[in-house]
């Protein structure tokens, strides 16, 4: 609330993330938007904490897993949009705060241990297939919404990790999954998906 109270030009206030099965390794201290074609970015991720980020700073990206919201902020820009339901819903509204000219700040001092994709499997456990159809249908839609021009290169990438999921990894039921997400972005579906 401080780093809030002195930056009023500030939308979005974040936490330094560990992860919470491994408690001095970073998930998350502060990150950027996309570029076109890509994903955001998570500044320190999967690095011992030897205090790099202790630093409170602006930044491009501030994660939803631990996020404070000015109220102005939500009459400037609106609410996370619902129709993405899980995952890349924070990195929309980023993307909106950023385009309404707000910062985001990085506040090392708050600290969150975070249960990565609990949702699916629980404690930094091994990826549900769900999540790859999730992940890569919400980056397309973004995409289609916010970065049009790097549309194209977001459904190469798309087709690239969905091949590399089935020939690299060896894992075709995360690859279907991916490759109906891919589809899903292209056709527009929104929403909560079924199995």
């Known amino acids: 609330m401080r780093a809030l109270t002195s930056s009023p030009q500030a939308a979005f206030a974040g936490s330094k993330i560990y992860y919470a099965s491994r408690p001095d390794v970073l998930w998350f201290a502060g990150g950027d938007l996309p570029i076109l074609g890509s994903t955001p970015s998570h500044r320190g991720l999967d690095q011992r904490d030897t205090g790099r980020y202790d630093t409170p700073t602006s930044c491009g990206f501030i994660t939803g897993c631990s996020l404070l919201v000015r109220t102005t902020a939500i009459a400037a820009i609106g609410l996370m949009p619902e129709d993405y ?61 916010h970065r049009p021009g790097g549309l194209a290169i977001a459904l190469l990438r798309g087709w690239a990790r969905t091949l590399k999921m089935l020939l690299v990894e060896r894992r075709p039921d995360r690859s279907v999954h991916a490759l109906r997400g891919l589809i899903d972005g292209i056709v527009g579906l929104t929403g909560p998906i079924g199995d």
């Not at 980023?94 to 629980?122: D, I, T």
Request: charged share 30%.
């Open 85 to 145: 339901f899980l995952y890349w819903e924070d990195v929309d509204w980023n993307e909106r705060a950023e385009a309404a000219g707000m910062e985001r700040l990085y506040v090392p001092a708050s600290k969150v241990w975070h249960k990565v994709s609990a949702s699916f499997q629980g404690n930094d456990g091994p990826r549900h297939p769900l999540i790859e159809r999730y992940s890569m249908r919400n980056f397309i839609l973004f995409h289609r919404r």
